[in-house]
Every structure is written in structure tokens, then in C-alpha cells.
């Protein structure tokens, strides 16, 4: 069974950063894509960034352009979110998600992000 172990998160006062980290139990490179998404009380589960090893490509949603970076270290075998200038309004569980080439689907258990003063 694949597992996703995401860390990284906590309570971060706005315009300030944090990093989450994905570490999957079998290497990036079995899945076609990793990403992010989160979750904020009473909305429903938004994407946030992807990176998608065969093209080496990045997505990111409108709302965290040019704040967050979506990044793999292979060494490490570790999917990164890396969040500068972060808002109030990103506030919300984030989970790392990993999709292979023939559509497995597998989600971390989610980390909370907090920005608050």
C-alpha cells in the first residue's frame, strides 16, 4: 500500500513561510504527477500546485502564483511545498497527493496550515 507522509505545517503569522514536505513510500518517479492541495473549514478541497516529473512542468492556481513553489529533491525521495507571503486566507489542511500514469490516486493524511497573528 502507498503511503504519502506529509510535515511541515503549523501556525505561521501572515506575510511569513513554511515548507510542507511529501515523502511517499515508493519513489516520485513511480507516479506521473505529485501535487498539493488543501481544504478550509466549509470549502471544498481546491488544488494548489502540481509538478509532473515527465515534463518537469509546474501548475499553480491563481491564488498562490508568484507566493508558493511546488519542488522534488530525488535524493531524498521528497515532493516540496515551499510558502512565502502567506495570508490568513491560506489557512487550511494541505494534502500531498500522487497520481500514476494508469490513474492510481493516493493522499497524505493532510497537515494543518495556520496564518494567523
Known amino acids: 500500500q502507498v503511503q504519502l507522509v506529509e510535515s511541515g505545517g503549523g501556525l505561521v503569522q501572515p506575510g511569513g513561510s513554511l515548507r510542507l514536505s511529501c515523502a511517499p513510500s515508493?519513489?516520485?518517479?513511480?507516479?506521473?504527477?505529485m501535487g498539493w492541495y488543501r481544504q478550509a473549514p466549509g470549502k471544498q478541497r481546491e488544488l494548489v500546485a502540481t509538478?509532473?516529473?515527465?515534463?518537469?512542468?509546474?501548475y499553480y492556481a491563481d491564488s498562490v502564483k508568484g507566493r508558493f513553489t511546488i519542488s522534488r529533491d530525488a535524493a531524498k525521495n521528497t515532493v516540496y511545498l515551499q510558502m512565502n507571503s502567506l495570508k490568513p486566507e491560506d489557512t487550511a489542511v494541505y494534502y500531498c497527493?500522487?497520481?500514476?500514469?494508469?490513474?492510481?490516486?493516493?493522499w497524505g493524511q493532510g497537515t494543518q496550515v495556520t496564518v494567523s497573528s
Open positions: 497527493n500522487a497520481q500514476q500514469l494508469l490513474g492510481n490516486l493516493y
Open positions: 509538478i509532473t516529473f515527465s515534463t518537469n512542468s509546474n
Open positions: 515508493v519513489t516520485i518517479f513511480s507516479f506521473y504527477t
